[in-house]
C-alpha cells in the first residue's frame, strides 16, 4: 500500500503484462468513513494497513469493467457497495447504493458522471480539498506523463466521451488518479486538456450556450439565488472566465464588490437587469454592454427589479492573487489557492502584533 500526498489516501497497484500499465485502486480515509475505489485483489499486508485506519465502509466500482476483487471486499469487511447509476444492474451482484451526478459520496468526495464511455453508468470521484480526482476506465494514463481514452471501438459514443470528460478538465486538477496506467500527480490541468485538445473529431473548445450544464446557487435567505452555467471552464478557458447567468425576480447575484485589479464584463442577453454600483443604480435591457474597471469606479452588484428572469453574459479576469473589496460590508477577499474573506476594518499598522 503506496501512501499519497492526499490527506488520507493510499493506492495499490498490479502489474499488467499483456496491457504494459499498472492497474490501480484507491483507499480513502473520510472521517465518517473509509471508501475503496475498483478494488484489485490486495496482499496480507494491504488489508493489515486498511485494518489500522478503521476498515472498509463502502466499495465504489467506476465502471462495470472495474468490478475486480468488491465482492470480496465487501465481505471481508462487511462493507457496502455503490456505482453509478448506468451500471449497476450490469454488475454480477446488487449493490447497496447509486451515484448520480453532483451528489457528495462522503466528506469532499464529490460524485461525477460520465457519458459515452466503455458502460453506460461510469464516474468519477472529484476530492475538490485537494484538487484532485479518480476516474477508472474513461481516460488511461498511458504512456506514463500523458493521458489517452480507451480505443474508440471501446466506447459506446466517442465523441460523447470526449465532450463529457470536459467535467474533468474544468476542475482545473493538479492530480488525476487513474485505474489504468500511471497517475498524474502534478499539473494534471494541463494533460487533460492536451489529451482531449488532441481529437481531430471533436472540437472541445467550442461550446453552444444551450449545452452548457445549469447548476442552482442559493445562499441561505434565498436573497441570492441564480441559475449559472459555467462556459470557460468547460472549454480550456484559464486567464478569462465567462459564464450565463438567469436571475429571477428579485433575485441578486453577488454582493456589492470592487476588484483591485481585475477588470469584468457583463452583457444584458435577455430581459431587464439592474447594475447598482457606487454612482446609483443603472437599468440595463438586452444587449447592453456593461465595463467594470479595477477599482472603485468598477464596483457593481447585479439585481433583477423586474418582474421576468433576466439572463446576463459575465466575463471576468482568472488568476490568483485577485482582491476585492465589499462597501456594504466592509470586507475583502483576498484570493489564492484558499479563498480568504477577512473584515478591512481595524486598519493595522504594517508592525502591529510583530
Known amino acids: 500500500m503506496q501512501p499519497l500526498a492526499i490527506g488520507g489516501a493510499a493506492m495499490w497497484s498490479a502489474w499488467q503484462p499483456d496491457r504494459r500499465m499498472h492497474f490501480n485502486s484507491f483507499f480513502l480515509k473520510r472521517p465518517e468513513f473509509n471508501v475503496i475505489v ?7 499486508e494491504d488489508l493489515a494497513f486498511m485494518r489500522e485506519q478503521g476498515g472498509v465502509a463502502w466499495v465504489v466500482i467506476t465502471n462495470r469493467d472495474h468490478e475486480r476483487a ?12 455503490a456505482a453509478g447509476v448506468g451500471d449497476a444492474p450490469l454488475l454480477s451482484g446488487p449493490v447497496d447504493r447509486t451515484l448520480s451526478q453532483g451528489e457528495e459520496f462522503a466528506d469532499g468526495v ?5 457519458a459515452g464511455g466503455k458502460s453506460p453508468g461510469e464516474i468519477a470521484l472529484w476530492l475538490p480539498q485537494h484538487k484532485a480526482a479518480i ?9 506514463a506523463g500523458s493521458l489517452r481514452l480507451p480505443p474508440d471501438e471501446k466506447l459506446l459514443d466517442p465523441p460523447t466521451a470526449v465532450l463529457s470528460l470536459r467535467q474533468i478538465w474544468a ?47 442559493s445562499d441561505r435567505t434565498g436573497k441570492y439565488e441564480s441559475d449559472d452555467q459555467e462556459l470557460g471552464l468547460l472549454i480550456g478557458a484559464r486567464k ?6 438567469t436571475l429571477g425576480p428579485g433575485k441578486r447575484f453577488c454582493p456589492l464588490h470592487a476588484e483591485d485589479h481585475e477588470e469584468e464584463l457583463f452583457i444584458v442577453w435577455e430581459g431587464e437587469a439592474t447594475v447598482r454600483t457606487l454612482r446609483g443604480e443603472v437599468t440595463c435591457r438586452a444587449g447592453d454592454v456593461v ?12 439585481i433583477n427589479r423586474s418582474d421576468k428572469p433576466c439572463r446576463v453574459f459575465m466575463l471576468g479576469m ?4 485577485s482582491v476585492a473589496y465589499y462597501p456594504d460590508s466592509d470586507k475583502v477577499l483576498i484570493t489564492t489557492r484558499d479563498r480568504l474573506m477577512v473584515r478591512a476594518n481595524p486598519r493595522l499598522d504594517y508592525f502591529d502584533g510583530e
Open 110 to 114: 464529490r460524485v461525477i458522471a460520465l
Open 38 to 44: 475498483d478494488p484489485l485483489a490486495a496482499s496480507d
Open 70 to 81: 468488491a465482492r470480496t471486499f465487501a465481505a471481508t469487511f462487511g462493507a457496502k457497495i
Open 240 to 245: 478569462l472566465g465567462y459564464q450565463i447567468v
Open 171 to 217: 476542475l482545473r486538477l493538479d492530480v488525476l488518479l487513474v485505474g489504468d496506467g500511471a497517475c498524474i500527480f502534478g499539473g494534471a490541468d494541463g494533460v487533460i486538456g492536451a489529451c482531449l485538445q488532441s481529437r481531430r473529431d471533436v472540437y472541445v473548445n467550442r461550446i453552444n450556450i444551450d449545452e452548457a450544464p445549469f447548476e442552482r446557487f
Open 318 to 321: 482568472e488568476g490568483l492573487g
Open 135 to 143: 476516474i477508472g476506465d474513461a481516460l488511461w494514463g498511458d504512456p
Open 291 to 302: 465595463a467594470f474597471p479595477p477599482g472603485d469606479i468598477g464596483a457593481h452588484q447585479l
